[in-house]
């Protein structure tokens, strides 16, 4: 892609308002937790303290709409310490530039090694700077700074104190991830029932996989429908696709594929009554005509084989389904529950366990190449040489610029770019429409407030459509505030538009000067999923060969390996579609024909899977040389992918054609083993075609 492109789309990203479910009870609750605060200290301390109140509580509150399963008190907790320590050890250092602008690459360059934490952490360190630079203007001692710390700390307890007190849709987060697993189930099965060999993006259940980890607490307290569903849903997926291909199911054609795309059908209702009955929190209803479908008897003498267990298997899972939607216990009501609330669940450890892991994920970024160190070089040098540029030139408020650059710069491109253009938009709008407010009306310090408050209800309103949505209220509400602190509104909009753009500028030449792009690492990803997806291949086979083997651990931690590999696989090529970089190593045809072939090769795996032997069947000694086959071919084409030479199955091929030889028969491991042999071949056929 070329840079005039990649500049048009990513300023077209930007720009994009998207359709989202509003909140607005959640938008309420933190206008309001701000409305106290703001209120609280204006009346105990007057305007100066009341605004570095307000910046506390507005962060709090942003920070319990980043996408993760922690309590948002926490969040709001955390976001409102940090934002304090930071103000007052920035105070501290900002009576001496050199001092200071040293201060603020360290603490720029910590929170851009804080992305190696996810990107909840990497947005609420970022923050912080962001408005220590403005709050660290604000006191005029050590001890109204300490004071400036601690209002922006009760701010953020404010905020975390609602949340408790005014839960809204308590467990809603988790329901939701439940509830999206479930209907992109549902629509898998629809799809199935017209593509046999249909696609499937594992991302919706590895996010209800995160979201079902809890504390001892809440494994006891939450609602009955999210207990074991999860694990369910899981065991569906291969069962669906299991009944559907025709190289383990069902034939191509005839009365047996009409019957199984009524089964599907009916699968696709239940699925879809149960993901809405969990989202809502209410009772599950379910087309009479479903229940019929999954029921009829004739059903076991028209399929034989694996597509009769498939089938039987299929409507037991769904009774679960259903059973879990509904929240019932079954027999022995308190029994089981207590036998429940002991089962082992997914632990989430508390944040002091966290820390030392933290310490290792960072620690492993500090290397040649990691685009989280990039980033926080990129981001610690251009927020201090905004802040220098931003003092010289004589527009006033320099900390503007650098506040732009810290709020806008991501680890990858398009991201930047994005928000860059996006943050002047909105900055332009935002802060236009406040100064003709202003200017009309002449508000007082309250009056300043209130519209202040308006605008951070209006912020917290539209806060998932679009970073240029956010940033018309963000602008708007800095501008009432400084109006409140006693700063002329008029005079401060030429100088905050010029020093956005400026900022935004050097954000987006520092990623041009020093990139960290990602399409070189393409082939890198690659290869990283086809040695996940070549482990998991091998263990499902290998469980064939020892049935009796009563550790299935193997296979489920493989799986989960790979999925996490594909995600970051399909995660990097979003980010380097829009790169202004040639491709090095793959072609757009040879990316989307290898992701294919890998797509296939985990979902034949997973066919295998769903018809895994069980204790006591009868070993198939030839699948223990496949499966070692697989292992090994895999492993060393992962190193052919890096190293840009096509991969090679000759073990495979050797211990398929000893399979044959052999004239071994297998109602389900014959068929899957052709699977997978035909998705390595077709890898093989995109790199050979995609080696220049």
């Not at 991302?203 to 809440?218: F, G, H, K, N, Y």
């Not at 091929?653 to 068929?671: D, Y």
């Amino acid at each position: 892609m070329t840079w005039l492109r990649a500049l048009k789309e990513t300023a077209r990203a930007g720009l994009t308002v998207e359709r989202r479910r509003l909140e607005p009870l959640v938008a309420l609750r933190g206008a309001a937790g701000l409305a106290v605060v703001v209120g609280g200290a204006l009346a105990l301390f007057g305007p100066v303290v009341a605004v570095s109140s307000a910046f506390g509580a507005f962060q709090a509150a942003i920070a319990t709409y980043q996408r993760t399963w922690r309590p948002r008190p926490l969040l709001a907790l955390a976001s409102g310490t940090s934002l304090a320590v930071s103000t007052f050890v920035g105070y501290l250092a900002a009576g001496s530039l050199p001092l200071f602008v040293l201060v603020l690459a360290a603490w720029t360059f910590a929170s851009g090694l804080a992305w190696a934490l996810g990107p909840t952490v990497g947005v609420i360190a970022a923050s912080n700077v962001a408005i220590m630079l403005v709050t660290v203007t604000l006191p005029t001692s050590v001890a109204t700074a300490a004071g400036h710390a601690a209002v922006i700390a009760v701010g953020g307890g404010v905020q975390a104190l609602l949340v408790l007190l005014f839960p809204v849709r308590r467990w809603g987060a988790q329901r939701d991830a439940l509830a999206d697993a479930l209907a992109a189930e549902a629509d898998y099965a629809r799809r199935l029932r017209h593509d046999p060999t249909a696609p499937f993006d594992p991302e919706p259940l590895m996010v209800a996989r995160s979201a079902a980890a809890v504390t001892p607490w809440q494994a006891r307290h939450r609602p009955a429908e999210l207990h074991g569903a999860r694990g369910v849903a899981e065991r569906i997926r291969p069962v669906l696709a299991s009944l559907a291909d025709p190289a383990v199911g069902v034939p191509e054609e005839g009365p047996e594929r009409d019957r199984c795309r009524e089964l599907l059908g009916a699968a696709g209702q239940v699925l879809d009554a149960a993901a809405y009955a969990i989202r809502h929190g209410t009772p599950v209803r379910i087309p009479p005509g479903a229940l019929g479908t999954l029921k009829t008897p004739d059903t076991l003498e028209l399929l034989d084989g694996p597509a009769r267990r498939a089938s039987i298997r299929l409507a037991a899972l769904l009774d679960d389904v259903v059973e879990l939607a509904q929240g019932e216990r079954g027999d022995g009501g308190e029994q089981r529950r207590e036998t429940e609330d002991a089962a082992p669940h997914r632990d989430r450890p508390p944040l002091h366990r966290l820390v030392p892991g933290a310490l290792r994920r960072v620690r492993k970024e500090l290397r040649h190449g990691s685009p989280v160190l990039r980033h926080a070089v990129r981001a610690s040098s251009v927020v201090c040489a905004g802040y220098l540029l931003g003092a010289a030139l004589p527009l006033g408020h320099g900390y503007w610029a650098p506040m732009t650059s810290v709020m806008v710069m991501r680890p990858d491109f398009s991201q930047t770019y994005a928000r860059s253009v996006a943050r002047f938009g909105g900055t332009l709008v935002g802060v236009g429409v406040a100064t003709a407010v202003v200017q009309t009306a002449h508000p007082d310090v309250l009056l300043s407030g209130a519209l202040a408050v308006l605008c951070a209800f209006g912020v917290y309103l539209v806060m998932r459509t679009g970073y240029a949505a956010v940033n018309v209220g963000i602008s708007a509400y800095v501008v009432f505030l400084l109006g409140m602190a006693g700063q002329e509104a008029g005079q401060t909009v030429p100088e905050r538009v010029l020093l956005t753009l400026l900022g935004g500028v050097l954000a987006m030449v520092s990623y041009a000067v020093y990139p960290a792009w990602e399409t070189p690492r393409l082939r890198h990803r690659l290869a990283d999923w086809l040695k996940a997806d070549g482990r998991y291949a091998a263990a499902v086979v290998d469980h064939y060969a020892r049935p009796a083997d009563p550790d299935s651990q193997e296979i489920r931690s493989s799986l989960l390996a790979a999925r996490d590999a594909r995600i970051a696989w399909q995660d990097a090529l979003a980010r380097a579609v829009h790169e202004p970089v040639r491709s090095r190593g793959l072609t757009r045809a040879a990316t989307e024909a290898a992701e294919h072939a890998l797509a296939q090769l985990g979902r034949s795996a997973m066919l295998l899977e769903a018809h895994l032997p069980e204790h006591g069947a009868v070993p198939v000694p030839a699948a223990r040389a496949l499966a070692e086959a697989l292992r090994q071919d895999t492993e060393r084409a992962a190193r052919a992918v890096r190293e840009r030479r096509t991969p090679q199955w000759d073990r495979v091929r050797a211990a398929l054609a000893a399979w044959e030889a052999a004239e071994h028969e297998h109602p389900v491991l014959g068929g899957g083993a052709a699977l997978l042999a035909e998705a390595l071949e077709e890898l093989t056929d995109a790199l050979d075609d995609g080696r220049n």
